[in-house]
C-alpha cells in the first residue's frame, strides 16, 4: 500500500491549492477515501471524506464550503480543492483509504505517506 501526496506549498491567505494523492498496492475503487491533516503541535483530524463512487462528501466544519474532494477511480488518485485559505489551514495533509466500522469511518491501514505541506501566509 502506498499514498504519494502532492501539491502543496506557500500560499497567502484568500488563495488557493490542488491537491493530489495517488494511490497504489490495493485496489482503489471500492474504498473510500479521506483527507487527513496535521498542523504543528496538534493531533491529526478529518478534513474531507468521499465515497467510492464518489457521490457522497463529508467535510470538517472548519473547511466546509471552501475545500471540495474529488476522486478519479481509472486514474486511482484522489483530489483536495482547496479556496479561500487561511492561516489556519496550514499543515501537512495526508490521504488514506478508510473503512466505515462500528458507527465511523476509520483508516483501513496502519500507514501514512509522507504527506504534503500547506502553508499559508502573507
Known amino acids: 500500500v502506498q499514498f504519494v501526496e502532492s501539491g502543496g506549498g506557500l500560499v497567502q491567505p484568500g488563495g488557493s491549492l490542488r491537491l493530489s494523492c495517488a494511490a497504489s498496492?490495493?485496489?482503489?475503487?471500492?474504498?473510500?477515501m479521506s483527507w487527513y491533516r496535521q498542523a504543528l503541535g496538534k493531533e491529526r483530524e478529518l478534513v474531507a471524506r468521499?465515497?467510492?463512487?464518489?457521490?457522497?462528501?463529508r467535510y470538517a466544519d472548519s473547511v466546509n464550503g471552501r475545500f471540495t474532494i474529488s476522486r478519479d477511480n481509472a486514474k486511482k488518485t484522489v483530489y483536495l480543492q482547496m479556496n479561500r485559505l487561511k492561516p489556519e489551514d496550514t499543515a501537512v495533509y495526508y490521504c488514506?483509504?478508510?473503512?466505515?466500522?462500528?458507527?465511523?469511518?476509520?483508516?483501513?491501514?496502519?500507514?501514512w505517506g509522507q504527506g504534503t505541506q500547506v502553508t499559508v501566509s502573507s
Open positions: 488514506t483509504a478508510v473503512r466505515y466500522y462500528d458507527g465511523v469511518y476509520n483508516p483501513i491501514w496502519d500507514y
Open positions: 498496492g490495493f485496489t482503489f475503487s471500492p474504498y473510500a
Open positions: 468521499i465515497s467510492s463512487g464518489g457521490g457522497s462528501t
